[in-house]
């Protein structure tokens, strides 16, 4: 198969994946199948999880450790099945609001003393040098970013435990990725309006570039403000 096929096969893969898993999360969280087939919320919870210790085993050096670990995840789903079957609306919640709230605390971080804000980080990868109001600029879009994360780990736990499942469920699955796309619009047209004769660039550009960066050490000193 040619390169080109391969990243096309690769990243229709990706899409269905994107599309199908919160239609079937939806399914077997909120409808009749939650009751009838809890095996089937338990499977489906676990993926993404379980997707993300497949995907580190595969990429570390210490391959006996991960396989020991897991060998010991094994044994503990097999033995925590049945509870997982009663409960695993908990495993939903707590991956997406966990997942919003890591989010929150990655931007919200690197807004400390002695870090560059992780806006102005990836805007340096793909601009280079950045003037003081690029930078100012950045520092509000990373505090932005922060306080929209921390706004969408209390809307997913007020759902989950003062609303519907259903209403959560959609929350949750439908609502979420759509919600962060239009936070990526809506700084844009802020960018725009703010700094209007600054280059744009794409957001994969940004995010491609991001990960060239060498990580900031913690204790680096940060840019005069």
């Known amino acids: 198969m040619s390169p ?3 990243r096309a096969v690769r990243w229709g893969a990706i899409a269905a994946a994107v599309i199908a898993y919160p239609v079937l999360a939806h399914y077997s969280a909120a409808s009749a199948a939650a009751a009838k087939v809890p095996s089937l919320g338990v499977a489906v919870s676990l993926t993404p999880p379980l997707a993300i ?3 580190l085993t595969w990429r570390s050096t210490g391959l006996l450790g991960m396989l020991l670990l897991c060998a010991g995840m094994s044994l503990v789903l ?3 099945w049945g509870a997982l079957e009663r409960n695993f609306g908990w495993v939903y919640f707590i991956q997406h609001a966990g997942t919003n709230v890591l989010l929150a605390a990655l931007f919200g971080v690197s807004l400390t003393h002695g870090r560059d804000p992780l806006c102005t980080r990836l805007a340096e990868a793909v601009r280079g040098s950045l003037g003081s109001e690029v930078v100012r600029y950045t520092r509000q879009v990373t ?3 922060a306080l929209f994360f921390v706004g969408m780990s209390l809307v997913s736990a007020g759902l989950f435990w003062f609303g519907s499942i259903e209403a959560w469920s959609v929350f949750a699955n439908f609502l ?3 919600l ?3 936070m990526f619009v809506a700084e844009h047209l802020v960018r725009l309006h703010k700094l209007p004769h600054l280059e744009q660039h794409s957001i994969m550009e940004s995010i491609l570039a991001f990960r060239r960066t060498p990580k900031v050490c913690p ?3 940060t840019r005069p403000r």
């Open 78 to 80: 097999w033995g925590s």
């Open 4 to 6: 080109s096929l391969v």
């Open 53 to 55: 210790l497949a995907w």
């Open 143 to 145: 505090r932005a970013w």
């Open 219 to 221: 204790g680096a000193a």
């Open 176 to 178: 979420s990725l759509p």
């Open 180 to 182: 962060v796309l239009l």
